[in-house]
């Protein structure tokens, strides 16, 4: 158990619609990282926060938009979804921002879009 | 920009072979270089990394070494398991830099 938890573990939805994906950091981690695996793209990185602030974007798509709240959790939000977005979604965790910290990733949220 | 390339999968083995997983990388400065490890089901676990050149990181028995002037970062293992069955990435982040950069990924399977 890394002490990352993410809701839902899974998520079945239909093309348009709109979900929101939420990660819980590691007790006193103030950074949290949003990636994408897919089997055609492999896992992408999608943003990173740190203690509320956006730090980087990665290849995240335009109907995909993330927060960081002042408790440090943090949600993803999917709108207008495609078939292409069904994937597994990981929100991972780190003490600090940049460099060589470890990363702790959650076991993440199974997205199926019908 | 920067990427990471990994040998193919899957990798099969029998108990007790010799384990080499080839990970080469293209980056501009000094980036840190890891390992990731992916068991079925599960989110990924870091099992090593390394932060300059010809650093070698090693944990459970795996061992890499940071090689500059081969941008590789090959992953080792003596004897391997049949618990090390997984999906290993390798991945860098560029120094200070808030991206984490993943190869594809190669699945290792270890038969009994």
């Known amino acids: 158990d890394s002490g990352v938890t993410q809701t839902p573990k899974h998520l079945i939805t239909a093309t348009g619609q709109r979900v929101t994906l939420r990660c819980s950091p590691r007790?006193?981690?103030?950074?949290v990282y949003w990636y994408q695996q897919s089997l055609d793209q492999g896992l992408q990185f999608l943003i990173h926060?740190?203690?509320?602030?956006?730090?980087a974007k990665g290849n995240i798509l335009e109907r995909f938009s993330a927060q960081q709240f002042p408790d440090l959790h943090s949600e993803l939000n999917l709108s207008s979804l495609e078939l292409g977005d069904s994937a597994l979604y990981f929100c991972?965790?780190?003490?600090?921002?940049?460099?060589?910290?470890?990363?702790?990733f959650g076991p993440g949220t199974r997205l199926t879009v019908l | 920009g920067d990427s990471v390339t990994q040998m193919e999968g899957p990798v099969t083995l029998s108990e007790e072979a010799f384990l080499t997983i080839n990970c080469t990388y293209t980056?501009?400065?000094?980036?840190?270089l890891f390992w990731y490890v992916q068991y079925p089901g599960e989110g990924l676990q870091l099992l090593l990394k390394?932060?300059?050149?010809?650093d070698k990181g090693s944990n459970k028995g795996f061992e890499a070494t940071y090689r500059k002037e081969t941008t590789s970062f090959h992953l080792e293992k003596g004897s391997v398991q049949v618990s090390d069955s997984a999906v290993y990435f390798c991945?860098?982040?560029?120094?200070?830099?808030?991206?984490?950069?993943f190869g594809a990924g190669t699945r290792l399977f270890v038969k009994a």
């Open positions: 980056a501009t400065g000094y980036p840190s």
């Open positions: 991972a965790s780190s003490r600090t921002s940049g460099g060589a910290y470890e990363q702790f």
């Open positions: 926060y740190y203690n509320g602030e956006e730090r």
């Open positions: 390394a932060t300059k050149a010809d």
């Open positions: 007790s006193g981690d103030l950074s």
């Open positions: 991945a860098l982040v560029q120094g200070g830099g808030f991206k984490t950069i």
